[in-house]
């Protein structure tokens, strides 16, 4: 069993950045493909980013390619957003996500895939 719990979240204005984290607790953290979703007051959950196991595969949303980075520290048991030239659509509440049943080199970006979520972190972009 895994516990998940994200940070970093604030308010910045269009083209800041904000590195986002999520602490892992209980489980083997390197068994766990991880992924980023984010949703918005009345917008369905996005995905956004996944990296697997060992942080070999990764993918992303085609609205935050080229400007959000996913990477993980297995040792830390930390999986990392990395977010660059913000804008206000970016604007919402970010869920870190583990996979538990995820294979070497799988980084799903279906919300089905994965089994337990953190409690998210508010992100909000001003122009």
């Known amino acids: 069993q895994v516990q998940l719990v994200e940070s970093g979240g604030g308010s910045v204005q269009t083209g800041d950045s904000l590195r986002l984290s999520c602490v892992a607790s209980g489980g083997t953290f390197g068994a766990y493909a991880m992924a980023w979703f984010r949703q918005a007051p009345g917008k369905e959950r996005e995905f956004v980013g996944a990296i697997s196991r060992a942080g070999t595969v990764r993918s992303y949303g085609d609205s935050v390619q080229n400007r959000f980075t996913i990477s993980r520290n297995n040792a830390a048991r930390t999986l990392y957003l990395q977010m660059n030239n913000l804008k206000p659509e970016d604007t919402a509440a970010y869920y870190c996500?583990?996979?538990?049943?995820?294979?070497?080199?799988?980084?799903?970006?279906?919300?089905?895939?994965?089994?337990?979520w953190g409690q998210g972190t508010q992100v909000t972009v001003s122009s």
């Open positions: 996500a583990a996979d538990d049943n995820a294979v070497a080199g799988e980084a799903s970006r279906w919300h089905e895939a994965y089994e337990v």
